[in-house]
Structures are given as C-alpha cells and as structure tokens.
C-alpha cells in the first residue's frame, strides 16, 4: 500500500516550507562551490607543480577549518536551542 503524499513524516515534508526550502537550497549551492573550489585549487597547483605533497598540502588547507570548527560545532549545538544556533552560525557565514 502506497503512503499518502500528505503524511508529515515522509522524507521531503521539510521541503513544503518555503524558508526551509531556501536555507537548503542556499546550503546546497554552498557547498557544491566549496567543492568547485577544492578541486580548482588542487588543478591549479598540479598546474604549478608535479609534488604530490603541495597538492596534499592546499587540500589539507582548504578542509582543516572544517574539522576544526565541526567538533566544537556540534557539542554546542547538543547543549543550546538549535534554532538559535542555527541562526547564528547562518549570520557568521
């Protein structure tokens, strides 16, 4: 038997928000250019350079934010109203 499109737990109910819909949408594209830019820095150093060990480098520099802003993010976002903490970290970015 088939779910009735309706039903508020299936996976795309969130979408049905338009301000929901916009902030992944906005995430979406951010982090599709994050990636863009991952892959043009390392082309533009294998460009400049056949060490491997540059090339490891600039990604290494590019993703080491990431790992470290995500532990702590993730703590805070247990121990405060996620809401609030989502609306912060959306103004810093």
Do not use: C
Request: net charge positive.
């Amino acid at each position: 038997m088939t779910e009735p499109p309706d039903r508020p737990d299936r996976i795309t109910a969130p979408l049905r928000h338009s301000i929901f819909r916009r902030i992944w949408l906005a995430s979406l594209l951010s982090n599709l250019g994050i990636l863009i830019q991952g892959v043009g820095a390392a082309w533009a150093m294998t460009q400049m350079t056949a060490e491997a060990d540059k090339v490891a480098l600039v990604q290494t520099a590019l993703m080491l934010p990431v790992m470290l802003i995500s532990m702590p993010a993730g703590a805070i976002a247990d121990m405060h109203d996620r809401r609030i903490v989502a609306l912060v970290s959306l103004a810093i970015a």
